[in-house]
C-alpha cells in the first residue's frame, strides 16, 4: 500500500466545484459534473419546505430539526450541529478547534483544505496512490497530526473505506473528522461511524443536499462530543440555518425519508454498475473501483480534450486536476440513468475517436 505525505506544493483550484462546469454556457448540458441526485427534491419535501415560509417573519427555531437528526442516528442533542451544509462545518472546524498540525487525506473534496488555509493553518496532505486503487493506509498519517480529514465514499474517488481503517486513526487528542455527505447514498451504509459515541475526537459531518436535492437551500450537521459540539456552536453567527432549511432536515431523516433514500441508494448502486460496465468497454478508459458513491472516478490519456468534446456533444464532466493526488487525466461521471448513461456513453465513443483518431 504505498502513500505519501507532503505539504500543499502543486498549486490545485480548490475552490473549482462541479457547479463550474454548468455555469454560464453549460446550463443546457447534461449534467455530469454535479452529483445532487436528479429529480430532486421530490414533491413532499418541496411542500414541507413550501409550508414552512409562513413562518418566516419569526427567527429560525432549530429545536426540533435539531432533535429529529438527534433521533435518526441515535444520539442525544447535545451531540448534533446543524449547520449550512457540510461546507460551513468544515469553516467552523478550521476556525474553531486550534489545530497546530491539521493533515487532510487526498484526493478528496478540497474545502477541508481550502477552510483550514483559510484560517491561516498549515496542512499537510496524506496523497493515496492511484495505482493502489486509492486504499486508505491509516499508519500513513503522521503521529503528531491533531486533526485529520477524510472522506468516506471519498469525493472524488468514489473509494468506500473499511470503518476499522479510519477508527485506527483514532486516538485522544486528535480530532478525526470523517465526511460522510454520501453515505445515505451508499445502501446500509455499511461503514458508517455516525451515530457512534466511543471513537475519541470522532466528529462524523452529514450532508442532506445530495440525495435530497438541496443544494441551494444548504444544509448538513456534526455530530461529535458535546464540548466539541459546543466549540464549534459558539463559531456560528446567530441563527445560521434558515426555517426552509430546518423544516428539511426535520423531513427528511424520518423513518419514510430514510426507507426512501435506501430505495433511491440501491437504484444508484444498479446504475453505477451499467456504467461501470459501459467504460470498461473502452480501450484507455480505467475506472476506480470498487464504487460506492452516486459518481465514477476515470482514468485517460487527453482527458482535457475529451472533456471538451463532450461538452460539444451536450454532456458536462467534472474535470479532475483541481484534486490534489490527481492530474490532468481524471474526470468525475455523476450516476445517472441507464438511458442518460447510454447516451453519454455514445458520445464518449464520439468524443474518444475525434480526439484520439
Known amino acids: 500500500m504505498r502513500t505519501r505525505t507532503d505539504a500543499p506544493q502543486v498549486a490545485h483550484d480548490l475552490r473549482h466545484h462541479g457547479d463550474a462546469e454548468v455555469r454560464d454556457d453549460g446550463a443546457e448540458l447534461t449534467d455530469l459534473a454535479v452529483n445532487v441526485r436528479p429529480g430532486t427534491p421530490p414533491e413532499w419535501l418541496r411542500e414541507r419546505i413550501a409550508a414552512s415560509l409562513t413562518g418566516l417573519a419569526a427567527y429560525p427555531d432549530g429545536r426540533a430539526a435539531r432533535a429529529a437528526v438527534a433521533a435518526r442516528h ?26 497546530r498540525r491539521p493533515v487532510v487525506v487526498h484526493p478528496q473534496f478540497t474545502e477541508p483544505e481550502a477552510a483550514l488555509l483559510g484560517a491561516g493553518h498549515t496542512v499537510r496532505r496524506v496523497l493515496l496512490d492511484a495505482d493502489d486503487s486509492f486504499r486508505l493506509d491509516p499508519a500513513a498519517v503522521p503521529e503528531d497530526a491533531d486533526l485529520v480529514v477524510v472522506g468516506n465514499p471519498t469525493n472524488p474517488t468514489s473509494v468506500l473505506h473499511p ?49 435530497w436535492g438541496l443544494a441551494g437551500l444548504r444544509i448538513g450537521y456534526a455530530l ?21 432549511a430546518l423544516a428539511a432536515a426535520a423531513a427528511c431523516v424520518t423513518p419514510a425519508a430514510l ?39 476515470i482514468r485517460m490519456e487527453s482527458a482535457a480534450a475529451v472533456r471538451e468534446r463532450l461538452r460539444a456533444l451536450g454532456f458536462a464532466a467534472r474535470r479532475g486536476d483541481t484534486f490534489p493526488g490527481l492530474g490532468p487525466g481524471w474526470l468525475r461521471l455523476a450516476v445517472r440513468d441507464r438511458a442518460t448513461t447510454d447516451r453519454f456513453l455514445r458520445a464518449l465513443d464520439h468524443a474518444l475517436s475525434e480526439v484520439h483518431g
Open 74 to 99: 441515535g444520539l442525544p442533542v447535545e451531540r448534533v450541529l446543524l449547520t449550512a451544509g457540510v461546507a460551513e462545518a468544515f469553516v467552523l472546524l478550521a476556525r474553531a478547534l486550534g489545530a
Open 163 to 211: 470503518a476499522d481503517d479510519l477508527l485506527r486513526m483514532a486516538r485522544p487528542g486528535r480530532t478525526l473528522v470523517v465526511d460522510e455527505a454520501f453515505m445515505d447514498a451508499v445502501p446500509g451504509e455499511p461503514e458508517a461511524l455516525a451515530g457512534r459515541r466511543d471513537v475519541p475526537g470522532l466528529v462524523v459531518l452529514r450532508s442532506l443536499t445530495k440525495t
Open 224 to 244: 461529535a462530543d458535546p464540548a466539541t459540539v459546543a466549540a464549534l456552536a459558539a463559531a456560528q453567527p446567530l441563527w445560521p440555518v434558515s426555517t426552509p
Open 259 to 297: 426507507v426512501e433514500a435506501e430505495s433511491a441508494a440501491r437504484r444508484t448502486a444498479a446504475d453505477r454498475a451499467h456504467l461501470l460496465a459501459g467504460l470498461a468497454a473502452f480501450d484507455g478508459v480505467r475506472a476506480v473501483e470498487p464504487a460506492a458513491g452516486p459518481f465514477v472516478l
